[in-house]
């Protein structure tokens, strides 16, 4: 039979748009199914979501002919320091460093924010891929040798396969009848950037306090993006706060190594929890992203591990598509699963396993967790081990988007 196209992405978020550059860079027909406006989050103005790219994801857009144009808009990070803190008293004396200079590579990431890379993603899909927006799935039905889609406006798309792109709360996975496993953290990220004083020289911050982890992490200039774990119920009380307010409960957090802070564009907030796809593959049905896997924010590995994903399925795809194979058939996203699966669900349990050693004030893990740091830093080739896994250069075997050639 006669399909409407090789592969029908459901989510165009940033995982897939980017997945459907990959393959239609190859010669294989994409269809993106994404809920929102084309132009929602492409605006002109700052909002102050930015992403911690990892050096891995950006040789993935490297290869999909993306950073050349992104990357007078990105801040390298240069140096990241961790270290555990109390409101108001300060970092703890054991600090984690990793230097950036330590790897060959260059820097471990960079910062980008969110309407450059999502704009760069969309307008790339022009001429290149049957982009949907404003338009939801809402059914997809198994036939032999394809799959059917329907959308809410009434019209049926076919592909040979559909991948679910669309978050956490997978439509795509649910009708798959994909279950999850997983749990709340009783934590809420606030989500915000400031304009400060001083310069933060590419350095990255991430404070451990007893209720949660924050992230300081450097954008272009004298500003800079937060994003600050709460408790549940501190949470909703600081988000309520004006302004001016919730600056005065953030500035004893943030300290003042950069000067006077002000908030920089709105604010946001969000549930944290762990949620875990209990497979990524289904008849004729692949998942990626938060589809698949919903990690901490603790170290801004939620967009790489999305990454990761789209690198080794458009992988997996398009070897298939060029031996012949079926593309949806099970043996083929079985290689994706085997692939993919448990360096997500590993990294995804070891990010629970830091917040939850981090978010407390026990005396004696406090004590434990400073020497431990301490001797990370202290000790090089452990050191740069650690900062190889931050860059995403560990992933093994490595998927060829991974390492900036194209498929």
């Known amino acids: 039979m006669t399909v409407d196209h090789d592969i029908i992405i459901a989510g165009g978020g940033l995982n897939g748009p980017a997945l459907a550059l990959a393959l239609a860079r190859t010669g294989l027909s994409v269809a993106v199914i994404d809920a929102r406006p084309a132009r929602d989050r492409a605006g002109e103005g700052f909002d102050g979501r930015a992403y911690a790219l990892a050096l891995a994801s950006r040789r993935l857009l490297t290869a999909l002919g993306l950073w050349g144009g992104l990357a007078d808009k990105a801040q390298p990070i240069l140096r990241v320091e961790a270290a555990q803190g109390q409101p108001g008293e300060g970092a703890g ?111 990255a911050w991430q404070y451990f306090m007893p209720t949660g982890p924050l992230a300081i992490l450097p954008l272009p200039g004298n500003r800079s993006s937060i994003v600050w774990s709460e408790t549940d119920e501190n949470a909703r009380a ?35 929890s762990l949620s875990l796809a209990e497979s990524y593959v289904a008849p004729r049905v692949a998942l990626v992203g938060d589809a698949a896997h919903g990690v901490h924010p603790i170290a801004g590995q939620g967009l790489n591990l999305g990454l990761r994903d789209v690198a080794a399925l458009a992988e997996v795809v398009v070897e298939a598509a060029r031996r012949g194979e079926d ?81």
């Open 93 to 203: 004396p054991f600090h984690l460093i990793f230097d950036s200079a330590e790897i060959e590579e260059g820097p471990v990431g960079h910062m980008l924010e969110d309407r450059f890379l999502y704009g760069a993603l969309v307008e790339a899909m022009e001429g290149r891929v049957t982009h949907l927006p404003g338009r939801q799935v809402t059914g997809q039905e198994e036939r032999p040798g394809h799959v059917a889609v329907t959308l809410d406006d009434g019209r049926e798309l076919t592909g040979r396969l559909l991948v679910g792109a669309d978050g956490r709360g997978s439509g795509v996975a649910s009708r798959a009848g994909i279950t999850r496993r997983g749990h709340g953290y009783g934590q809420t990220a606030l989500v915000c950037a400031v304009d400060h004083e001083r310069p933060h020289d590419g350095t």
């Open 238 to 272: 600081i988000a309520a706060l004006p302004d001016e307010e919730f600056l005065e409960v953030l500035r004893p957090r943030f300290g003042d190594y950069l000067g006077e802070i002000r908030l920089a564009g709105p604010r946001f907030s969000y549930p944290l």
């Open 327 to 407: 593309i949806g058939a099970p043996d083929v996203l079985d290689r994706y699963q085997r692939w993919r699966r448990f360096d997500a669900t590993a990294l995804g349990l070891g990010m629970d396993t830091v917040n939850r050693l981090f978010s407390n004030d026990l005396p004696v893990l406090r004590g434990a967790r400073g020497l431990g740091m301490g001797l990370v830093t202290a000790i090089a080739p452990l050191r740069r081990a650690f900062m190889r896994q931050a860059a995403g250069l560990s992933v093994a075997p490595m998927p060829r988007l991974l390492t900036g050639r194209p498929l």
